[in-house]
């Protein structure tokens, strides 16, 4: 059912957060800030950053889709599904797994494949945003002593105490997990177990990168000053909580979590709007232009 409780918290979200822009935004510096942008070729940073972060994303997706299969599937034949999949993502996260099982179903994959391919991409993206996000949760323990330094030093030895456990018992550990995984046969979860997963982390590694140096190069572009050094801690947070699926779509919960959470590193409420939606535009822009080529190219090209 459409109407259940969850979807009702997801719109009363998205409610809150349009009123909370309302409140908080400010149309006529909205409009001063893109006025005052450096020089148009400086998007040209951006635009380069954020093809990068695309084109991981889709060599990711290419090696989940094909960990499960015996007849691997190419590059090129799934570089529209997985664009298309992107583009709708960019409305809402459901869509990004119906339109996956629309496209994909075509290529004659089972059910299971695909949600085994959307989810672990989902969830090796999420792992990263995490750990990018760490640092600020280790900035507010050693500037505002969030934990005393016993506690802390704990944390620390039990941390590195259950690492040395795991590296010393690590082959008898995979071999227990491997039989759970076999008793209830929950084959997909192995791939936790595979270099195919590593390298899917290694590739949101690299795709967040890119992110992070799009971003950076947005709010050189609208002349906003980074000085401070706490948003280097504070955006991976912000990007972390606006992919969060809590709202109906991304849009204004996304702008409202970046509006609240760098304004910690002094950037002004306009100046979080403006290069959240620079970004997603320019994201979009990107998906649908190579999505419209591919799919001519699909459509008439191959025909002649």
């Not at 797994?97 to 959307?118: A, D, E, R, T």
């Not at 500037?143 to 330094?149: G, H, L, P, R």
């Not at 795709?207 to 955006?235: C, E, G, M, R």
């Amino acid at each position: 059912m459409f109407f259940n409780f969850k979807n009702l918290i997801k719109f009363i979200i998205l409610a809150g957060s349009i009123y909370y822009l309302s409140r908080n935004l400010d149309i006529s510096k909205l409009f001063e800030i893109f006025q005052n942008t450096k020089n148009i070729i400086f998007l040209f940073f951006p635009i380069i950053f954020i093809i990068f972060q695309i084109y991981f994303g889709l060599i990711k997706h290419y090696v989940l889709v094909n960990y499960t299969q015996a007849n691997k599937i190419s590059f090129s034949t799934l570089l529209l599904p997985t664009l298309l999949s992107y583009l709708v993502d960019q409305i809402s996260i459901l869509g990004y797994f119906v339109i996956k099982l629309i496209l994909l179903k075509n290529l004659k994959l089972k059910f299971s494949q695909i949600i085994f391919s959307s989810f672990f991409d989902k969830l090796s993206s999420f792992i990263i945003k995490i750990i990018f996000a760490l640092p600020m949760i280790l900035y507010l323990i050693i500037n505002y002593q969030v934990f005393s330094n016993i506690i802390v030093i704990a944390i620390f030895i039990v941390v590195v105490f259950i690492l040395i456990l795991i590296f010393i018992f690590k082959k008898t550990l995979i071999s227990k997990i491997k039989k759970l995984f076999s008793k209830y046969n929950i084959v997909y979860l192995n791939i936790l177990l595979s270099k195919e997963f590593l390298l899917t982390l290694f590739l949101s590694l690299i795709s967040h990168i890119f992110i992070f140096l799009a971003y950076i190069s947005i709010l050189y572009f609208l002349d906003i000053n980074i000085s401070d050094l706490k948003l280097i801690f504070l955006l991976p947070v912000a990007i972390l909580v606006g992919a969060l699926p809590v709202s109906v779509t991304p849009w204004f919960y996304r702008e409202t979590s970046f509006v609240i959470i760098l304004s910690y590193a002094l950037i002004p409420n306009e100046g979080a709007i403006a290069m959240s939606l620079i970004f997603s535009i320019i994201h979009i822009v990107l998906l649908m232009i190579t999505s419209t080529i591919l799919f001519f190219y699909e459509v008439y090209y191959k025909k002649i």
